[in-house]
């Protein structure tokens, strides 16, 4: 008699935002198992780290790895502290904006397949989206695609035979349709943080890129978003 076969596990980078949290919950739904990386790469908020520990923790993560890598030491960001964070601008103008830290996806998708490969498991998540990402350069398929190439060529499992995959279930998916998967599975989104400038109590900006975003696609989905000042600030309106 044989004993029931585990589930396959999968390292998912966290990162506290809807994106990270709705992809981790549709590959938990889909059957995998779940590990969780959270890199504290320079940025100038603590915020969405405390919302990762949050998120790991509804998703029931097996494990929950902060790892640190400051990447603000080589600079090049405005989210780790390299010029402003531009606000009102159109998160859909061309090129590529100054939040964009350089290569930092294939830093952390490298430290994920490193620990992945420890781990004896093949698969890792990434909610990456290339339709509203601001335009950067490593959220695209193209991006994914030469990850995976290079995970095979580059690890002693992949030299072995074993097939990486880099899952990025978001990826052709609008900020609305992400929202209203996470939606339909129950998911909490006030655990969740988006913003790239917080006050210091941690409230978002309304302003930056990533809360345009995010603003935009819960208008569009049809739902109120929990971190919403009008979410919180709900009064009855006085008797005449």
């Known amino acids: 008699m044989t004993g029931a076969t585990l589930a396959p596990l999968a390292v998912v980078l966290l990162s506290g935002g809807l994106d990270s949290y709705t992809a981790a919950a549709l590959m938990r739904a889909g059957g995998y198992r779940l590990t969780a990386l959270t890199v504290r790469y320079g940025q100038t908020h603590a915020v969405e780290i405390?919302?990762?520990?949050?998120?790991?923790?509804a998703l029931s993560v097996e494990q929950h790895v902060e790892l640190e890598v400051d990447l603000a030491a080589f600079g090049g960001s405005a989210l780790t502290g390299d010029g402003s964070i531009p606000t009102d601008e159109d998160p859909d103008r061309d090129g590529i904006p100054p939040t964009y830290v350089p290569a930092r996806n294939t830093v952390l998708l490298s430290l994920a397949l490193a620990w992945a490969e420890a781990l004896g498991a093949t698969d890792l998540v990434v909610g990456v989206n290339a339709l509203d990402y601001s335009g950067y350069p490593d959220c695209r398929p193209e991006f994914v695609a030469a990850?995976?190439?290079?995970?095979?060529?580059?690890?002693?499992?992949?030299v072995e035979g074993a097939r990486f995959r880099v899952h990025a279930p978001l990826i052709t998916l609008s900020k609305?349709?992400?929202?209203?998967r996470g939606i339909a599975l129950g998911l909490d989104y006030a655990l969740t943080h988006s913003c790239y400038a917080p006050s210091a109590d941690g409230q978002p900006c309304a302003q930056c890129d990533s809360c345009q975003l995010r603003a935009r696609g819960f208008a569009e989905a049809g739902v109120?978003?929990?971190l919403a000042p009008q979410a919180d600030s709900r009064v009855d309106a006085p008797h005449g």
């Open 50 to 57: 405390e919302a990762a520990r949050r998120v790991a923790a």
């Open 147 to 158: 990850f995976e190439q290079l995970a095979a060529v580059a690890t002693r499992d992949g």
């Open 224 to 226: 109120v978003d929990p």
């Open 176 to 180: 609305a349709e992400i929202i209203q």
